[in-house]
């Protein structure tokens, strides 16, 4: 996992021939001058019919280097058009109430308004993020995510094109009590036990599915402050990401910067903070390599490969760079070696996005781009 440094090189340039500078000191010095800002710290990108600000935020990478100055998506505008050149519909993508994520509207030329993304949390502490994302070929994700005070949440993914369903998903976990949850996975229940040194998950007849040892798993590769967050973290995963823990995974260590994280699968280990997305992602990357063949076992699959590269093509063709530069992450194919950890990183997100949206601050528009461009590759692993 990592920040899109090139996107934010991209951005430099296109703001150096804008104010044709050609000295890299001087581009660089753009996001310090207020002159040049449209605020202090934050900056315009302009494309076709197209706008961004962006923010300078310093970030940690981690525990040996100086905080570094990268930048995060405040707002973007696009117009969409016909061939003609009219005006389709404006989209905007603003700030919501939750730190990293967006909301994101179509406002029409009658002034009807669509919601593609829209979050909200009520006074009683209840998130209710509700999606509704066209594809380039239009293909329909809807999506609803509602998170309690208390931790309990629920997920529902729908995906279809031109009225036929693509792929379903359904999730409810919710705390009975400290020490109890209810897990339904597609309509599959599971009983999930936490005590201080295992999570013991029961299936519907109330045996014992699975158990995951926490002391091998966490305790003895963690400070005990820092074993108690990630066991915290652990409880806001459902019965599926728990198997998949309980079989593939055999260390978590902390760290408390949200870019340092990572997996390696040949190990089974994953170096993460407490931050349940980062890990999701991570853990992504681990139910993505399989033992038995030492390959990849979703990002490697021939019909994988084609349903990612037939969208890649219409994102390559239909967005502007500005947006591109959101997800190179997910996209960065201009050698095989690029095309391969692209695949498997997007394999890595969406595994994560199936579980939640992307609380990870910075990083949620990259998430919010692949949700909306990507849903046939998504649907491939929802069905997996």
């Known amino acids: 996992m990592g920040i899109n440094i090139s996107a934010i090189k991209s951005g430099l340039k296109t703001l150096a021939k804008e104010y044709k500078l050609i000295d890299s000191k001087q581009i660089a010095s753009l996001f310090d001058d207020a002159a040049t800002s449209v605020n202090k710290n934050r900056v315009m990108l302009a494309g076709n019919d197209y706008n961004l600000i962006k923010e300078i935020v310093p970030i940690r990478i981690n525990e040996f280097d100086a905080p570094k100055k ?3 998506v405040v707002t973007e505008t696009r117009q969409i058009k016909d061939k003609t050149g009219k005006v389709i519909r404006t989209e905007y993508l603003t700030p919501s109430a939750i730190d990293g994520l967006h909301n994101w509207h ?18 009683t502490g209840i998130l209710s993020i509700n999606k509704e994302m066209d594809s380039l070929d239009g293909t329909i994700t809807k999506s609803r995510y509602k998170k309690l005070p208390n931790g309990s949440w629920a997920m529902r993914v729908d995906i279809t094109k031109g009225g036929k369903d693509l792929a379903q998903r359904r999730i409810k976990h919710r705390f009975i ?8 996975i597609n309509g599959e229940k599971y009983r999930v036990l936490y005590s201080p040194d295992r999570i013991k998950v029961l299936n519907s007849k109330g045996e014992e599915d699975f158990v995951i040892d926490l002391k091998a798993l966490i305790d003895d590769n963690n400070t005990p402050e820092n074993a108690l967050k990630l066991k915290a973290m652990l409880k806001e995963c459902s019965a599926d990401e728990l198997k998949i823990i309980s079989q593939k995974l055999k260390k978590l260590n902390y760290t408390e910067f949200t870019l340092s994280g990572n997996a390696n699968t040949f190990q089974g280990t994953i170096r993460s903070c407490d931050n349940v997305f980062i890990f999701r992602h991570e853990l992504g990357h681990i139910d993505d390599f399989s033992a038995e063949t030492g390959k990849a076992a979703y990002s490697a699959a021939e019909y994988f490969k084609k349903v990612y590269n037939e969208e890649l093509a219409a994102v390559a063709k239909e967005l502007e760079s500005l947006q591109k530069e959101h997800i190179t992450y997910f996209i960065n194919n201009t050698n095989q070696g690029f095309a391969n950890m692209s695949m498997r990183e997007t394999v890595a997100e969406l595994f994560a996005v199936n579980h939640s949206s992307n609380f990870a601050g910075d990083l949620a528009i990259r998430t919010e781009y692949l ?5 046939k590759t998504r649907s491939f692993l929802l069905n997996a």
């Open 106 to 123: 179509a406002v029409y030329p009658d002034g009807a308004i669509k919601p593609l993304i829209e979050i909200k949390k009520g006074k």
């Open 70 to 72: 990268l930048s995060k």
């Open 177 to 184: 009590s400290e020490n109890e949850a209810e897990s339904i």
């Open 371 to 375: 949700e909306r461009y990507f849903p």
